[in-house]
């Protein structure tokens, strides 16, 4: 029951602030689409490039995966270092019978949440593209929704120990940009340099949008969806695991 109050209580801050999200969570990620798919896209195609489905097509669930990822951690860094540190939210919940488990789960349902309707708002724009494929389109929004647990998870654990706000830009601009840039999103990562291919291989992005376009597309998944679906359990499993100790340390000593 603490774990569906906290949820509540951030669906009923939401209600009030939702417009100021539609920007960055899919107007910004659609006309994203727009330009690399149909301006780059068009030199693409001009040329045999070996992906297998038009280049608008291709790169669609690269940046749905994309989109999963930034409205993660975007949920996931300052809201939660605030809830500790400026408005101190959490330690009022604390006050009540609610446990520290409960208020990280309940706001980690509450990003899943957020993260899945991004998703349906992005394959709704995918689809007067014709750039679903499959009948197994909709499934996109299991492996998108795990996708933004795998990085909010470690991200909750990361901003319930940092001391400064300071750090997100550096988590920002080491992790979540490079590994935008370099995960499969825009091109396959065969075509890197081996050492850059295996740092791809071990983000969870790219396992999300290998997952994402098996989907959209209709075809296999590199590794396997059983393999992709585990390694992205696997960090969620692991970031969640170091939330809940960074909560309990933070909200019960």
Do not use: K
């Not at 540190?85 to 446990?99: K, L």
């Not at 494929?133 to 470690?154: D, K, Q, V």
């Not at 989907?215 to 998944?221: K, P, R």
Request: proline fraction near 6%.
């Amino acid at each position: 029951m603490g774990t569906l109050a906290v949820l509540e209580y951030h669906l009923v801050c939401y209600r009030r602030i939702w417009r100021s999200s539609v920007l960055s969570s899919f107007a910004l990620p659609a006309m994203f689409l727009v330009a690399m798919g149909v301006t780059v896209g068009g030199y693409v195609d001009a040329r045999p490039s070996g992906l297998g489905a038009p280049y608008l097509d291709w790169i669609g669930p690269g940046l749905l995966a994309s989109t999963a990822l930034q409205v993660a951690v975007n949920d996931s860094t300052w809201p939660v270092f605030s809830m500790f540190n400026w408005i101190r939210t959490y330690h009022a919940m604390r006050a009540s019978p609610v446990t520290s488990a409960a208020v990280l789960r309940g706001h980690l349902l509450y990003v899943c949440l957020r993260v899945g309707v991004a998703a349906i708002a992005f394959l709704l724009v995918l689809l007067p593209f014709g750039a679903l494929h499959s009948w197994w389109a909709p499934a996109t929004l299991g492996p998108a929704i795990l996708t933004g647990l795998a990085f909010a998870a470690p991200s909750f654990a990361f901003a319930s120990v940092v001391a400064s706000d300071n750090y997100f830009a550096v988590l920002f601009r080491l992790v979540v940009v490079p590994m935008t840039l370099f995960a499969g999103v825009f091109f396959p990562v065969g075509g890197l340099p081996e050492p850059a291919r295996v740092l791809a291989y071990a983000s969870p992005l790219w396992h999300g949008v290998e997952l994402c376009r098996a989907a959209t597309l209709g075809t296999a998944t590199a590794w396997g969806v059983w393999a992709h679906l585990g390694v992205l359990a696997a960090y969620a499993g692991a970031g969640y695991a170091l939330a809940v100790r960074g909560f309990t340390r933070r909200l019960e000593d």
